[in-house]
């Protein structure tokens, strides 16, 4: 399958690609990240189509993106409901969710809460107090007429594009649509939230996952940091962590073959007898 031939549909008013077919393997439910659309899957599904043929996958443009409308809300509460409904209109049973970037919070989140196999974070941290702390500090900037600049330099940041092959730099420039009102709009709790608070939230989820034993991966560019490295042995003890030097915050796109390689692993996720839903993790 050439990445320009996936089949496109919509399940629950968001557009999806489909591939493969419901079978005893646990599907795929892959969530790109902000300002990028459900193309950012396909070098891997691609792969993944020669390692594990038919698996079924879809990947969806999150509200706000790609080919799927706006929303009245994007709160990740919100959004984990959209994709919720989208899993129940395409007939998957307890998927295994992928998410990159802020999208590995939408997957820890519905993790927690909905039926699942299990959770492959990219390039997505769970100490998001940090990051809310960043955001608030220029929101005034991010809500003015010089939202592209700020913009541009939290990218700067974050996507390390300069780690990249430039056919990988040229993908991510390409396909990134920062449009202010829907950048706010997910990041809206970050605002309004002290960071203490949504690191407490974050912290209650973790609680859920370590009881239930739920399966959980995270693919990173980069060694997490001490302060990182201390988080998930306190909090997550049972996440694998695998680390691709020199692909930035895109290692799914730097290395779609191995990262395909994990997906196939996927299929052997044993089902979860119980639902670890976290009453607190709510608004």
Not at 260 to 278: D, M, S, Y
């Given at each position: 399958m050439q990445p320009d031939a996936f089949p496109a549909t919509t399940y629950a008013g968001l557009a999806a690609d489909d591939v493969g077919r419901s079978d005893d393997r646990p599907p795929l439910v892959l969530l790109h990240g902000l300002t990028f659309g459900r193309q950012m899957w396909r070098p891997s599904l691609v792969e993944l189509e020669t390692m594990d043929p038919g698996r079924r996958a879809i990947s969806i443009d999150l509200p706000g993106h790609g080919d799927s409308p706006d929303s009245m809300s994007y709160t990740v509460e919100a959004v984990v409901a959209r994709v919720h409904e989208a899993v129940g209109e395409a007939g998957l049973e307890a998927p295994v969710i992928v998410g990159?970037?802020?999208?590995?919070?939408?997957?820890?989140?519905?993790?927690?809460?909905?039926?699942?196999?299990?959770?492959?974070?990219?390039?997505?941290?769970?100490?998001?107090?940090?990051?809310?702390?960043?955001?608030?500090?220029?929101?005034?900037?991010?809500?003015?007429?010089?939202?592209?600049?700020a913009w541009d330099r939290i990218t700067a940041r974050v996507f390390g594009l300069d780690e990249v092959d430039p056919e990988v730099r040229d993908f991510v420039v390409a396909t990134s649509r920062p449009r202010q009102e829907i950048v706010l709009g997910y990041w809206r709790e970050l605002f309004e939230r002290k960071p203490q608070e949504l690191d407490a939230l974050v912290a209650q989820g973790a609680a859920s996952i370590r009881a239930s034993g739920l399966p959980y991966v995270a693919v990173v560019g980069h060694e997490p940091s001490p302060e990182d490295a201390d988080w998930i042995h306190s909090s997550m003890p049972g996440m694998r962590t695998e680390v691709w030097p020199h692909s930035g915050h895109f290692p799914h796109l730097a290395h779609p073959r191995r990262f395909?390689?994990?997906?196939?692993?996927?299929?052997?996720?044993?089902?979860?007898?119980?639902?670890?839903?976290?009453s607190g993790l709510r608004p």
């Open positions: 990159h970037s802020a999208a590995a919070g939408t997957a820890f989140l519905y993790g927690v809460m909905h039926p699942s196999r299990g959770v492959v974070a990219v390039e997505g941290t769970l100490r998001v107090g940090a990051f809310a702390g960043m955001a608030q500090a220029m929101e005034p900037m991010l809500r003015g007429p010089g939202f592209r600049e395909a390689e994990i997906l196939t692993e996927t299929g052997t996720w044993p089902t979860r007898t119980e639902n670890p839903v976290a």
